[in-house]
């Protein structure tokens, strides 16, 4: 499966009605037209009243929606239909407008680099951003953010031969990665 994944959700108000849709579609038992608009890549499942029609992109999906509904029309049926895409980082069927989360995983670390002068910095931020890695840069100060410890002393050891004489690196929890308490107890001392 590719990373592109849309369904149709139909859910049948009757459950009977299920089987007859379901087995038309699964067959493509449709008029040419219906056919040809569904395509041959659609795959069609049914769970109970439920059916699903898969599309490896959102213009397939809404194709056959559209096929859906106008059979729906056609049998005088009456379901709740509705498009989705598959999630991979929430593992879950979401609405089409739902933000992306792939690829959103939080950055729990830091690589911090301190070059000995701006124009290296700017130099490995380029380059680093090249690689398609998370990178900031302030100054001669460059961070790449990274989703684990593990990955964040990958990055420092390869770029550790890299860089110029005089520079640091240091790895440390990123405060934006770390989940924020539910309540915080402040004192004050007199």
Do not use: C
């Not at 809404?62 to 005088?76: H, K, M, S, Y």
């Not at 990955?151 to 240091?170: M, S």
């Amino acid at each position: 499966m590719n990373g592109d994944e849309w369904r149709v959700e139909t859910d049948l108000d009757d459950e009977g009605h299920g089987y007859t849709l379901g087995e038309r579609l699964r067959a493509h038992d449709l008029d040419d037209e219906a056919r040809k608009r569904l395509g041959r890549r659609v795959m069609v499942t049914r769970d109970g009243p439920k059916l699903f029609l898969y599309a490896s992109d959102e213009e397939a999906a809404r194709e056959a929606e559209r096929v859906v509904r106008e059979l729906l029309d056609t049998e005088r049926l009456t379901a709740s239909v509705r498009i989705t895409r598959w999630d991979p980082a929430a593992e879950e069927w979401v609405a089409p407008d739902a933000p992306t989360t792939a690829g959103e995983h939080p950055y729990e670390w830091e690589v911090h680099i301190d070059l000995p002068g701006r124009d290296d910095a700017r130099e490995l931020e380029g380059r680093l951003n090249a690689e398609g890695l998370p990178v900031h840069r302030l100054w001669r100060w460059v961070t790449v953010d990274a989703h684990t410890a593990e990955e964040a002393n990958e990055i420092a050891d390869r770029l550790r031969d890299e860089l110029p004489d005089g520079t640091e690196i240091r790895i440390e929890p990123n405060p934006e990665g770390i989940p924020g308490p539910t309540f915080v107890w402040l004192e004050t001392r007199v």
